[in-house]
């Protein structure tokens, strides 16, 4: 007679049923991590070289064969990009248990908006977002768009490394053009494997048009409405700019920061309902932002005389405080000297 | 008719990897048919039992006789050839019969004690009523009406767990892997929280790195054991991953 098991029981057999078979291979399982939306990350020694790990595994799926291929293809696609800015790829394959899995650098870190809540000033933050524009515009000169950046998808590392993780919903472009701005159809590198292949097949294979993809309140109208072949660079930086305007929302321990009229045209031109409204590429966009730090016109807004004066005086302020001064000196001693 | 209960106290007859119960019900060979149901039977006599107890809030005897009598009913009607996997899971099939059939009977009011010439099965009610007593202690835990399927589905996970822990417990008797098993069986089926790999690996003079070897072990073929009890109540690979999913795929 089998023996009753209680609830806690039966949640354990659950979640031990779970864990990934790796008992001998060469990485030991250490402990969860967090779940994404195609399975579970863990952290695990690797006892070969020695060093922590990051493992990816697949849930036990209803439809196997396309989650496996979504998994390899985005270990395929981390493969391909490499970049300070995306966690590299050591190593993927299929455990005893039939589950696929890749293997990732370990990263100790935060995610973009745990992080700000530590670092709250204006500049900071944008060239926080200026390393996110790097390496979302590297992909996109594979070929490759990213769809589902948000907060919970940018990492801060322990030495302040930016990271975009899970491209799990990553599409990889067509390498011929269509008519769509060159920077989004054009792969410099012609990718290799089934990562890119038969680019057309894979893509419209791992994401069907009609399928939505992505995270409400970031992802783009187009994608939103499941026009999955449509999307360019253009899906990305509407992420971006609703990133961006996340990035600006005051943290738990800070004010209210005061978003001047010329920041705030830019993450509404990146997050335009319009796509022919946004930037034109991610560049674009960071080259908005950077001329914004400097105190320079943006692309974006219009200024008006006012405006124009007061970014002059900020950006000049300390250049004319001296020339006043020495100014106002000079003043002083002629008038004093003829006395 | 008679049920082999070799299965049901799992007396190490494990279903057949790829064998499903569905195929072996519609099979032309009595033996196989009657073993069809010995599976089915092991798979869901427990949840079926509480199931009628609890939704229809039936006595003790009188959800004993329904849940014989239910599974009669499938037999002798040859219920399961009308299954159609392509329109629902068999546990839900299984659910829906059983709902008409005590619905009938009730309505009906017809239903006769089972005696003289009918098979009454040698199951463990009485032990079964203690497991229930046990559950439904707190007024809180018992269900609501609009919650009986998930009552169900939750009491079939139990009884699939409960039995793939009996094979494995065999399992390792058979191969002098008994302490295997106790680690299991305190870490998994019996700790509090706080109990740690270290702690066990002091209490039993193991190594940490044996406490996890042996879990994992142990684990795996407590997977395995499960699977194919899956497996074999399961009408199709896609029904199969999909109780996969169910049962191992939404944790941690």
């Not at chain 2, 706080?194 to 002091?202: D, N, T």
Request: aromatic share 10%.
């Amino acid at each position: 007679m089998s023996r009753f098991l209680n609830d806690k029981a039966v949640e354990r057999l659950r979640s031990a049923g779970a864990l990934p078979e790796i008992l001998g291979s060469r990485y030991v399982l250490q402990e969860f991590l967090a779940r994404g939306g195609m399975g579970v990350v863990y952290a695990a020694q690797d006892n070969t070289l020695n060093r922590r790990v990051a493992i990816k595994v697949l849930d036990w799926s209803d439809s196997r064969s396309m989650l496996e291929e979504r998994l390899m293809r985005e270990a395929r696609v981390l493969a391909q990009l490499e970049h300070p800015g995306i966690v590299p790829v050591h190593d993927a394959g299929t455990l005893a248990d039939g589950r696929v899995f890749y293997v990732m650098k370990f990263v100790e870190g935060s995610r973009i908006d745990d992080f700000l809540n530590s670092a709250s000033a204006l500049p900071e933050r944008l060239r926080i977002f200026l390393r996110i524009c790097e390496t979302v515009s590297f992909a996109h000169s594979r070929g490759i768009l990213h769809r589902d950046l948000k907060p919970s998808n940018v990492m801060v590392g322990a030495f302040g490394e930016v990271l975009v993780i899970d491209w799990g919903l990553a599409k990889i472009l067509r390498s011929d053009s269509d008519g769509r701005s060159d920077e989004t159809v054009r792969s410099p590198e012609p990718l290799s494997g089934a990562v890119a292949g038969d680019s057309e097949t894979e893509t419209t294979s791992a994401t069907h048009d009609g399928i939505v993809l992505g995270t409400p309140g970031f992802m783009s109208p187009e994608q939103a409405q499941g026009r999955t072949a449509s999307l360019d660079v253009r899906t990305d930086i509407f992420s971006l700019g609703k990133l961006l305007e996340t990035i600006m929302k005051p943290t738990k321990n800070a004010t209210a920061l005061r978003v001047p009229r010329a920041f705030r045209a830019i993450f509404e031109k990146a997050a335009a309902e319009s796509p022919s409204d946004r930037y034109a590429s991610v560049a674009a966009l960071a080259e908005d932002i950077s001329r914004f730090l400097d105190g320079m016109p943006v692309s974006a807004y219009s200024e008006n005389l006012w405006e124009r004066t007061q970014r002059l005086y900020t950006r000049y302020q300390a250049a004319i405080l001296l020339i006043t001064a020495y100014l106002l000196m000079r003043a002083i001693f002629v008038l004093f000297g003829r006395h | 008719m008679a049920f082999d209960h070799s299965f049901v106290s799992g007396g190490g007859n494990f279903p057949q990897t790829r064998c499903s119960v569905i195929a072996a019900a519609r099979s032309d060979d009595s033996a196989e048919r009657a073993n069809a149901m010995n599976v089915l039977f092991s798979a869901y006599w427990k949840p079926v039992y509480k199931y009628v107890r609890l939704k229809f809030s039936k006595p003790p005897e009188e959800a004993q006789d329904l849940t014989q009598g239910f599974f009669l009913e499938l037999f002798e009607r040859d219920l399961l050839s009308r299954f159609d996997a392509e329109k629902s899971r068999l546990r839900t099939y299984v659910r829906l019969c059983v709902d008409s059939f005590v619905l009938n009977e009730i309505k009906h009011a017809q239903r006769q004690k089972r005696g003289g010439n009918a098979v009454h099965l040698a199951l463990d009610f009485p032990a079964l009523e203690g497991e229930l007593d046990a559950q439904t202690i707190d007024p809180e835990s018992i269900p609501a009406p609009e919650h009986f399927e998930e009552f169900f589905e939750k009491e079939w996970i139990r009884s699939l767990f409960a039995s793939a822990v009996e094979d494995l417990r065999q399992f390792c008797e058979g191969r002098g892997k008994q302490a295997a098993f106790s680690l299991f069986e305190a870490y998994d089926l019996f700790a509090d929280e706080s109990v740690s790999y270290a702690q066990l690996a002091e209490t039993r003079g193991l190594s940490v790195g044996d406490v996890t070897n042996q879990l994992a072990w142990a684990r795996r073929e407590f997977r395995r054991f499960a699977q194919q009890r899956l497996r074999a109540i399961c009408a199709t690979d896609e029904e199969f991953s999909r109780e996969r999913k169910l049962l191992f795929g939404g944790n941690p």
